[in-house]
C-alpha cells in the first residue's frame, strides 16, 4: 500500500512559476514509474508529465518546454516545477505511483491533489 500526498498548488499570475510536491510512504523503487497528472472541471484527467527509471521522462505537448518532472527515490519524493503558467494550466494536480508486478499487471495509487490556479 503506497500512500501520496501532493503540496504546493496555489494561485498564480500567468507566466508565473509553481513547483509541486508529492510525498510517498515508504520506499519508492526506481523501477515504479511516477507521474504528475491534472484534472480541470469538467474535463478527464490527464496525464501532465511521467518519470520512468533511467530518468526517462515524457510530457504532455502543452506543457513541453515549461514543466520539469524530477524524483529523488532516497526521499520518496517527486516534483514538477511548473514556469511559464498558463491559464488553460488551472487543474487539480495528482501524483501517481505505478506499481507493476508484470507486464500488464500493476496497482496505480494517487494522492489527493493540490489545486493550481492561473489567473487571468
Known amino acids: 500500500q503506497v500512500h501520496l500526498v501532493e503540496s504546493g498548488g496555489g494561485l498564480v499570475q500567468p507566466g508565473g512559476s509553481l513547483r509541486l510536491s508529492c510525498a510517498a510512504s515508504g520506499t519508492i523503487s526506481s523501477t515504479n514509474t511516477m507521474a504528475w497528472y491534472r484534472q480541470a472541471p469538467g474535463k478527464q484527467r490527464e496525464l501532465v508529465a511521467s518519470?520512468?527509471?533511467?530518468?526517462?521522462?515524457e510530457y504532455l505537448d502543452s506543457v513541453k518546454g515549461r514543466f520539469t518532472i524530477s524524483r529523488d527515490n532516497a526521499k520518496n519524493t517527486m516534483l514538477l516545477q511548473m514556469n511559464t503558467l498558463k491559464p488553460e494550466d488551472t487543474a487539480v494536480y495528482y501524483c501517481n505511483v505505478r506499481v507493476r508486478r508484470g507486464y500488464n499487471d500493476y496497482d496505480d495509487y494517487w494522492g489527493q491533489g493540490t489545486q493550481v490556479t492561473v489567473s487571468s
Open positions: 518519470i520512468g527509471w533511467g530518468d526517462w521522462r
